[in-house]
């Protein structure tokens, strides 16, 4: 082989040959066109470059001999030149344009055609008919940015929109270059069209992606970050600095992050990081911690995050990290006061000693908290069945409590209670309320009952002693009105005139409001018979050493002790109008006991000395009638002895003595 530049000599061969094969001919074919040269672009070893002109020489038939290496001529160096930029367009896929600007001619190659689904023939021949393959939308830009060029020396890179004879739309970029003559006036103006649709679609689905992204970013106040491990540059979007308190306008740093982690989270989101970078285990587990704003504000924040590795060495390494981060303080909080909204409610329950339960319809299974063990009697650890449970329904209140719950349906209502009876495994008897929310399936069936169990058997128990003490009380207000009634009757009538049957009254109603007040300071259970005598004697408390007192401490039913009260009421009245209590020198004797036989009998001794002669009356007034009637009301007796030494009379009451018995007793 022989050259002018032996350096060359290796690279002409391999040129030739690859021209050969490239080109899919044969060396023949290529001999063919020997006279006529190869130009090539051709690399010194000191890296300089040039265009070079080769001739084989032929040494037979099909073969190559030896090369002739030589510079071009300047015409063929422009040609090459020129093949070479056409060949590169046509492999990018790009075509080109020549426009004769003082002759308006425009010239088009067959790829540039291609690209605008013409054929040569249609391509434009002058500018104004090249605006017609534009855009309608883009034609002013595209001559906006033309005539710029031609006024302002700049060369045009621009973008447009062209619509094809087939009515679809491509996207072309063109980039051209003026040339003008030695005055400055424009000559002709070259360039090359690209079809750039494809990646015009690309960068809108890239768009759009980005803006999907953002909006779900946005609206769910998420914040991205991401750590370049190589350099440890971090970025943080606009919503991530945000949440962490960083300056919109600046970079973060690795330093701002670390120094924003709370130092008693910084040990563990340090541990979870080192994770998640460790190319064995590449944990991708989020992690909730605290910040500290540059304002010391403290928020709670969730993290996710990602490595991605690469092979560096043979060996997978983390370069980046990168992630979201979201400001879930709003959310810890609600979580912490539900939190303490459900301790206090457990307290609520706990301290009002409240069962909850729920009942699910399709399976009957009945799941409670252990309070409703105990309410129903049950071992704490015990796991009764439905059918455990509903044994101890009292007789009819299964059906109470089930017809309660069809009633609140019926009127479309979810929510019902009901009060009912309920026997405990020990027999005891307790009164229960029940109150239950109905849950609707999806058919609109019950599905499920959620609700609560309260014991108010003390609350039952306490009704019911509140009905006895009323209808007691309407009771003794009956038979006080009566009295009062009986005593105003007959006390008229045997007064000898109204002023004087006013006083009888009046000192007979105030004998049945002292004992109204014994009773009352015993809640209307009892009164003691002692502290009834003495308040009867009150009004003779100047004459006490002519009275005397004595009987065991008892205690008297209200009947009984509104009677003795009245009866001894009119015996003092008597004592002191006509018997010994009327005259200094009278002495009175009252002494009372208690006797057992077929059932305890108080008897009371009335007995008056050293007064006035007693004689037998003629007419039985209205005290001894008061006296005799009580007492047989009492299942007793008032036996008078008219005795000229002094008036006696015995009084004989069956009474119930209280000191033993219970209110409950007594309201049976």
Known sequence: MWTDRGDLIEEVAIALRSAALLSNRSLDEADAERRAGLVIHARYNDCRSTNLLIRPRPVGKGRLGEFHVSKPSGRQNAAATHERLVAALRAAGSGTWRWDVTEDRVEWDEALAAIYGVELEQAPKRASEFLNFVHPDDRKKVSDVIRRSLDEDVDPDYEFRTILPNGSERWIYDRSKLVRSPTGQPLYMIGACLDITERKRVEEALRDSQTRLDL????????????????????????????????????????????????????????????????????????????????????????????????????????????????????????????????????AIDAGRMAVWEYDVATEAITGSPELNRLLGFPEDASPSLQELRAGYYPGEQERVRAAGA??????????????????????????????????????????????????????????????????????????????????????????????????????????????????????????????????????????????????????????????????????????????????????????????????????????????????????????????????????????????????????????????????????
């Open 216 to 347: 779900a970013t946005n609206a769910a106040e998420l914040g991205v970050w991401d750590w370049d491990l190589r350099t440890n540059a971090m970025v943080y979007s606009d919503q991530a600095k945000a949440i962490c308190g960083f300056p919109l306008d600046q970079p973060v740093t690795f330093e701002q992050v670390r120094a924003a982690t709370h130092p008693d989270d910084l040990p563990s989101t340090s541990a979870m990081a080192k994770r998640a970078l460790d190319g064995l285990l590449r944990e991708r587990v989020p992690y909730e911690y605290r910040i500290v704003t540059s304002g010391g504000a403290v928020r709670w924040v969730l993290a996710h995050g990602i490595a991605l590795f690469e092979s560096i060495d043979g060996v997978e390494k983390a370069v980046r990290y990168v992630g979201t981060i979201q400001d879930i303080t709003s959310r810890r909080q609600a979580a912490k006061a539900l939190g303490d909204s459900e301790s206090r409610l457990r307290l």
């Open 407 to 668: 009633d609140a349906l019926s009127r479309g209502e979810k929510f019902f209670e009901v009060e009912y009876r309920y026997v405990l495994p020990d027999q005891s008897l307790k009164w229960l309320l029940l109150r239950a929310e109905i849950v609707m399936g999806p058919t609109g069936a019950p599905e499920r009952a959620v609700g609560v169990l309260l014991d108010i058997t003390e609350k039952r128990q306490a009704m019911d002693r509140q009905q006895v003490l009323i209808n007691e009380l309407n009771h003794r207000v009956k038979n006080t009105l009566a009295i009062v009634q009986s005593i105003a009757s007959q006390t008229l009538r045997s007064a000898a005139d109204l002023p004087q049957a006013k006083h009888n009254i009046e000192t007979r109603l105030m004998a049945l409001s002292g004992a109204h007040d014994l009773l009352t300071a015993q809640s209307w259970e009892r009164a003691q018979i002692s502290a009834m005598v003495k308040k009867a004697l009150l009004p003779f408390e100047n004459d006490q050493s002519r009275i005397k007192a004595s009987g065991p401490d008892i205690w008297l039913d209200p009947k009984t002790a509104l009677d003795l009260a009245l009866a001894l009421h009119e015996l003092l009245t008597n004592a002191a109008k006509y018997g010994a209590l009327s005259i200094p020198q009278g002495n009175l004797s009252i002494h009372w006991r208690v006797a057992c036989q077929k059932e305890e009998t108080l008897h009371l001794d009335w007995i008056e000395a050293d007064g006035p002669p007693v004689c037998q009356p003629k007419v039985i007034g209205f005290g001894s009638r008061l006296i005799k009637g009580m007492a047989a009301e009492c299942g007793g007796e008032a036996v008078f002895d008219f005795n000229p030494h002094g008036l006696r009379c015995h009084l004989l009451f069956k009474i119930q003595r209280r000191d033993h018995m219970s209110v409950a007793y007594w309201a049976k």
